[in-house]
């Protein structure tokens, strides 16, 4: 058996740019990702319970390595208690319409004496009435969104589950995209593993030791943090900053881009321009 | 936002709207009362394929006869043990079984409790209580719940087959979740919506499929875990009125097929208006 070719050998030129940009916007999306995904579903969480009148609003997303549901985020006067609560997946309303996909409204559910009183005094906060909602999508099922107590109603209607399922779906929409982002730099690494294997990518991407991809990560991504990319990295890290500023000083800042924008066309224009007269000469 | 933005597989079913049902019937207004007085179900088997029944809850009448919980084994395969206990871990179930022996007080209820705890394996553990209880001779199943899972269209394909050919009738919840779900939209499955009239006795037929029947699922008071009591909202227990109906047909005519039964279910539904 000849022994496995060296991995940098099988990378060539174009290979090797294309993985350093997949580096480069990866590095960029994780820069700028921290804390994206908690701010847009605090934003959901925020417009349902400014929508329905409810007292609480809170989103509970699954997590696979403790195999059990968190509530991430909550909004409403009386729904901070429940931040960082974690259920079994099938366990209670929010269990159920995980697992199950059915989304489903109660009220009255004080009348029953077992049903979920242990997780929801835990909270600090018994409702009267709930609306949950899967957080669904063709990949499956990543958690719940729950609505409770309308100040205007002791109930939820159909069609506020509907329109529950609507603001889900958003907050679906969003956890994916900003999970692909955050898995950027491990399916690089998943990538290259395969690429480095002995038998292409076809083999599983254990079949490469941690040394040789760690070398075709050092290859590929060796001059994202060099002198060229520096100041890009600056706009980045500042571009991040941003998410602390409030209204007036990001308007300041749209204004200043603005400036500078329109500086750098009016620049290249009055570039276009000359090179145009020249080719004429 | 439009309407048209909303997941609404309950919109034919609601206030107004029911008027775009009406209809002229190929068999006319078939007799309610030549089908459904004194009939209460006897003979029949319900499966409930749920979050578990409560056996002792009074509003089951202790006509839970069998209680199953599938689970996976250390193989990572489905396995069928029976639930002694009779337990239901969240009250779905329970409210499910609750309505189906209001209305056909006579139907054996049979418990498949399908809560797998692990998110992955879920629509295995579904398929597999629906297999068992295919199986094991349910005249009705009731399924509240469904399967979003691309990799598991073949397999409730097949089991819905199945079920229609082995004349097991599946009455199941429709997903009011946009896109495809499994076996709710499947032609043979009798897939159910909820209406807001606040009756049992009511219900319509949708010549506009998937979702063939709207039924009572609006404030419905229902059993729940614990031996409570809940006010419930949701397709989810509009099924089961479907189921409780069916078990009644099944009870008054043994031999009725599946599509004899939904034939019947159609021709004996409320006109809107």
Same mark, same amino acid.
């Given at each position: 058996m000849s022994p496995a070719r060296r991995p940098a050998d099988r990378l060539d030129a174009d290979a090797l740019e294309l993985l350093r940009s997949i580096a480069r916007r990866g590095s960029i999306a994780r820069r700028l990702e921290d804390g994206a995904e908690r701010a847009v579903l605090r934003s959901i969480v925020e417009a349902t319970v400014a929508l329905f009148d409810a007292e609480a609003s809170s989103i509970a997303l699954f997590d696979p390595g403790r195999n059990q549901l968190v509530f991430e985020v909550a909004a409403g006067e %009386? @729904? %901070?208690?429940?931040? @960082?609560l974690a259920i079994a997946p099938d366990q209670g309303i929010a269990g159920y319409v995980f697992t199950t996909g059915q989304p489903l409204a109660l009220s009255e559910v004080e009348r029953d004496a077992r049903f979920g009183r242990g997780a929801a005094e835990a909270t600090g906060y018994v409702p009267r009435s709930l609306v949950a909602v899967p957080l669904i999508d063709d990949s499956g099922s990543l958690g719940v969104l729950e609505v409770l107590d309308k100040r205007s109603s002791a109930a939820f209607s159909l069609r506020d589950i509907e329109l529950a399922s609507v603001f889900a779906r958003q907050a679906t929409v969003a956890i994916r995209a900003s999970r692909v982002e955050r898995d950027m730099a491990s399916l690089l690494q998943g990538t290259l593993a395969a690429l480095a294997s002995p038998g292409g990518t076809t083999d599983p991407p254990s079949a490469a030791t941690p040394a040789t991809v760690a070398r075709i990560v050092e290859l590929a991504t060796r001059d994202l943090d060099g002198d060229d990319e520096g100041r890009l990295w600056a706009i980045v890290d500042r571009v991040a900053r941003l998410r602390q500023a409030d209204p007036g000083e990001l308007d300041l800042l749209a204004e200043i881009l603005e400036v500078v924008a329109r500086r750098a066309e009016r620049r290249a224009s009055q570039r276009r321009r000359s090179g145009r007269a020249r080719g004429v000469e | 936002m439009s309407d048209s933005d909303l997941p609404a597989w309950s919109e034919p079913f609601v206030g107004d709207r029911r008027s775009s049902l009406l209809r002229s019937r190929p068999l006319g207004d078939l007799d309610r009362a030549a089908v459904?007085? /004194? *009939? &209460? /179900?006897?003979g029949v088997t319900v499966a409930i394929i749920d979050s /578990?029944? !409560?056996? &002792?809850?009074?509003?089951? /009448?202790?006509? =839970? +006869?069998r209680s199953v919980v599938i689970e996976f084994d250390e193989d990572d395969e489905p396995t069928v043990r029976p639930?002694? !206990? *009779?337990?239901? $871990? +969240?009250?779905h179930g329970t409210a499910c079984a609750g309505i189906i022996h209001g209305l056909a007080p006579a139907a054996d209820l049979v418990s498949v409790r $399908? =809560?797998?705890?692990?998110n992955k394996g879920k629509g295995q553990i579904f398929a597999a209580g629906l297999e068992w209880a295919i199986a094991e001779g349910a005249t009705v199943a009731n399924l509240s719940l469904s399967s979003r899972s691309e990799a598991m269209f073949p397999v409730f394909h097949d089991l819905a087959d199945r079920a229609y050919f082995t004349n097991c009738l599946l009455v199941s919840a429709a997903n009011n979740v946009q896109g495809a779900s499994y076996p709710s939209l499947f032609a043979s499955v009798v897939s159910v919506a909820a209406h807001d009239v606040a009756d049992p006795w009511t219900w319509f037929y949708n010549p506009a499929p998937p979702v063939e029947f709207g039924a009572y699922g609006v404030d419905v008071e229902v059993a729940w875990k614990g031996g409570g009591h809940a006010v419930a909202t949701g397709n989810s227990f509009a099924a089961p009125h479907i189921a409780g109906l069916a078990a009644l047909i099944r009870g008054r005519y043994p031999e009725a097929t599946p599509f004899e039964v939904k034939t019947i279910l159609a021709a004996t539904a409320n006109q809107p208006g």
């Open positions: %009386q @729904g %901070q208690g429940v931040i @960082g | 459904f007085d /004194g *009939a &209460d /179900g006897a /578990g029944v !409560e056996r &002792d809850h009074p509003a089951v /009448g202790g006509k =839970l +006869v639930d002694s !206990e *009779a337990i239901d $871990v +969240v009250g $399908v =809560l797998g705890p692990d």
